[in-house]
């Protein structure tokens, strides 16, 4: 929810820019670091959900580690002062010139996802005289239960390693001379939020680590990846369920002595601090639908278009009726309850483009040219998804204290 002063400061901008409150930023970094050190537990930030430079700063304030997913996603967490004994870096595509850099900068870990790669890996590190330690992204065959364009642990998807695949890893390890072998890797997918998933996930880290220990290799990473969704139905509701969901890892996670339990949270540690703020182009009301035509679209916020993503839509220029509403929107079934003064929008974006709608019959109270509307929710692939298309401005960005 906005104050006034919020509103007032947002009236004398440009927009569209992405709005970081810095304090939801804080509270949620400091809830994850509470729920996490209890048990000993790593967490490493997964940068690609958002890389603005003041988020990254916080984000190393706290101490958490970083999970990079190329080059300059490891050259970016060490220039804003991750500690490079805590950076992974995972990613089907590796190329040899980031390897080389990751080797360079002494990473902590490559998160391995295929036979090929580990090869590639200790022939690069060889070259330069180094060991490199890996540890290896097994896919768990295990299912998300979220939407299929962001599952990533079936066996039909691209990454990680098959378990059958896993005495060809085996073999490999044995005769590649400059890898050091760490641990177990995973990551089943992301926005999860039945934590029953993670339980499935538990038994299946317990199997392979045996596997590998019965192998002759012992583990000393437990990495589970990331994952754990935020509601989006609840904008104000700022803290993802941390508590519970390293309590499944403590409770159904065979941990042995010496062991490291890794996580690489992305979307739960910096969705809820942002909101994509715009404004009301124009209203264009027709026979069958009225639109709200806003100065952004898919080019700032592509997750509405790309995967059905519900993100709360609020016209904050009429902040009163927006507050009421919101007190009726406490569950997803109350989410789009109207008011007797709402009207129905299909609220869009200028880009030329069909599917460049944030979302259809949205009720809000009439809107005019000018009004501010905040799409909430926004602090996790928002900033990081923006593109260019139609040859548009690049998002600005602006926080809070
Ligand atoms: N670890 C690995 C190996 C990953 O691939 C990801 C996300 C994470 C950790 C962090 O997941 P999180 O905690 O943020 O769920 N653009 C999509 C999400 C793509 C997630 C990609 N991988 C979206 O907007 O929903």
């Not at 190329?95 to 990751?102: L, T, V």
């Not at 001379?177 to 880290?205: M, N, W």
Request: net charge negative; aromatic share 10%; hydrophobic share 40%.
């Amino acid at each position: 929810m906005f104050s006034k002063a919020n509103i007032n400061k947002f009236q004398e901008l440009d927009t569209p820019f992405y709005y970081y409150d810095m304090g939801v930023l804080r509270e949620t970094l400091d809830a994850c670091r509470d729920a996490s050190v209890k048990h000993g537990f790593h967490v490493h930030y997964a940068m690609k959900a958002n890389f603005n430079p003041r988020v990254l700063d916080m984000i190393q304030s706290f101490g958490f580690g970083a999970d990079c997913v190329s080059g300059n996603e490891v050259r970016a967490a060490i220039e804003h002062g991750f500690d490079k004994g805590k950076v992974v870096f995972a990613g089907v595509g590796k190329s040899d010139r980031e390897i080389n850099y990751a080797l360079d900068a002494d990473i902590f870990c490559f998160n391995v996802e295929s036979v090929q790669e580990l090869e590639v890996i200790n022939e690069l590190a060889a070259a330069k005289g180094k060991k490199a330690n890996v540890a290896i992204r097994i896919n768990p065959n295990v299912d998300a239960h979220t939407h299929h364009f962001i599952t990533t642990g079936l066996d039909e998807n691209k990454f990680g390693i098959n378990i059958w695949q896993l005495p060809d890893v085996a073999t490999a390890l044995r005769k590649c001379a400059s890898l050091q072998f760490l641990g177990i890797h995973f990551h089943i997918g992301s926005q999860i939020t039945d934590l029953e998933v993670y339980k499935s996930l538990c038994t299946r880290i317990n199997e392979m680590q045996d596997w590998f220990e019965d192998h002759g290799f012992p583990v000393k990473v437990l990495n589970t990846g990331g994952g754990l969704g935020v509601d989006y139905y609840s904008p104000d509701t700022n803290i993802a369920d941390f508590e519970n969901y390293f309590q499944v890892f403590k409770n159904f996670l065979n941990v042995k002595p010496g062991q490291e339990v890794h996580f690489e949270l992305g979307r739960a540690l910096v969705a809820q601090s942002a909101s994509l703020i715009s404004r009301v182009l124009y209203v264009k009301n027709g026979k069958k639908k009225n639109f709200l035509v806003l100065d952004a679209g898919m080019t700032e916020l592509i997750r509405p278009m790309l995967y059905q993503a519900y993100h709360q839509i609020e016209n904050i220029s009429k902040s009163q009726e927006s507050r009421i509403k919101n007190q009726d929107n406490s569950s997803p079934a109350t989410a789009n309850m109207q008011l007797a003064t709402d009207i129905k929008y299909d609220v869009v974006g200028p880009i030329c483009e069909s599917t460049d709608c944030f979302q259809k019959d949205v009720d809000l109270p009439e809107s005019f040219r000018g009004d501010l509307i905040a799409v909430r929710t926004a602090g996790a692939y928002g900033e990081v998804m923006a593109s260019g298309y139609n040859l548009r401005d690049r998002v600005g960005s602006i926080y809070s204290e």
